[in-house]
């Protein structure tokens, strides 16, 4: 792998992006656009929708949209720079903060901070399914699919995947 | 390497195991991973309970860098360690690298055709509504005083139907939220 500038602009952009992606990668893929597109226009806005709704479709975090981006820029070395830097030093962050935040296991504060962080949490996650289905969906029967997602995993133990793939057949049929 | 131990029943989780869980975890995971790692943590496997989870996701969301990064990092090392976190990480990230790229790869020339379109479109409002589930479910596993319903339902309100910026709305947020905690004990 030779060391390009753009590999050290690619490693830079997303080191700093990880230390900003408080709330997980998707709270900060507005970001992500705004540097890539209108910063140092890397790609239009079209490539970028389509990167996002590959990374979306393909199975694993979503945060691999930043290797997308990497990949664009700079090839598959582009890629393995870009999610190493969005995801190695917040990983040896995390792993040393959760080590000191256990010795403290009994600590009211902690206590407190935990208490006070759950409902906060269970906001968040509800308000990112939301914000998905309305920027998703947009007929009736593609609503309909996210309520009946919704029902079938709240009342069977069902592998979620039987629905998303009943879902895509839908899709591909075009009846959603 | 020391590892904590945890309250859980399921202590005994090998770094195989932790490798094979997220391994299976990123291959599943369409359209946000989260869902699935609480399915594979706490309904299959049973690594942790449904309470240990939401304080697992917590820590997770407000610690910089992607959640289902730090979950896996916090479940790894939990277990295992520095190797734990490790075999956690590469399970989850490796195959869906691999895949993502090699979809991008091949990707241009299937943009256009409608059913792949189509297809992607329904999986991913399908996956929205797994997104759904998961806060109801996690929303099961706290404790439901009228101040953690409010809590809930204000950041909901601010993040979910009036986008205000994320960072702000926690900054003002989690004070409050951990004050509260504090004093109700």
């Known amino acids: ?176 | 390497m020391d590892t904590v131990p945890i309250a859980s029943s399921a202590a005994h989780v090998s770094t195989g195991a932790l490798f094979v869980g997220f391994l299976k975890v990123g291959l599943t995971g369409f359209g946000g991973v989260l869902p699935f790692a609480r399915r594979m943590l706490v309904e299959q496997r049973r690594w942790l309970t449904g309470p240990e989870f939401n304080e697992v996701l917590s820590l997770a969301q407000f610690l910089p860098g992607p959640n289902i990064v730090n979950v896996s990092v916090i479940v790894g090392r939990r277990f295992h360690g520095k190797l734990g976190a490790l075999a956690a990480t590469a399970g989850l990230m490796l195959m869906p690298l691999v895949i993502v790229l090699a979809l991008a790869t091949i990707h241009a020339q299937f943009a256009h055709v409608d059913a792949v379109r189509g297809a992607c479109n329904a999986v991913s409002a399908a996956a929205a509504g797994l997104m759904l589930s998961m806060g109801l479910k996690m929303g099961r596993a706290i404790e439901r005083t009228p101040w953690q319903i409010g809590i809930a339902a204000v950041v909901f309100i601010a993040i979910g139907l009036l986008r205000f910026p994320l960072l702000w709305t926690l900054a003002v947020l989690v004070p409050i939220s951990v004050a509260i905690a504090g004093r109700t004990r």
């Open chain 1, 1 to 176: 792998m030779t060391f390009s500038p753009v590999l050290f602009e690619l490693a830079l952009q997303f080191l700093t992006l990880s230390m900003l992606s408080i709330g997980g990668a998707n709270a900060v893929i507005p970001e992500i656009h705004l540097r890539v597109v209108e910063v140092k226009h890397w790609m239009t806005d079209a490539d970028f929708s389509q990167l996002f709704a590959l990374a979306q479709a393909a199975p694993g975090p979503n945060v691999l949209i930043v290797s997308l981006v990497g990949w664009k820029v700079a090839g598959i070395a582009g890629a393995l720079v870009s999610i190493v830097a969005m995801c190695g030093p917040a990983s040896v962050f995390t792993y040393w903060f959760t080590h000191t935040w256990d010795r403290f296991r009994e600590a009211p504060l902690r206590i407190a901070i935990q208490r006070g962080l759950a409902p906060v949490t269970v906001g968040l996650v509800l308000a990112s399914g939301y914000v998905l289905t309305r920027t998703i969906d947009d007929s009736v029967a593609s609503y309909a699919v996210t309520a009946a997602m919704l029902a079938l995993a709240m009342t069977t133990r069902l592998h979620p995947l039987w629905g998303l793939g009943v879902a895509a057949v839908l899709g591909a049929f075009g009846w959603v």
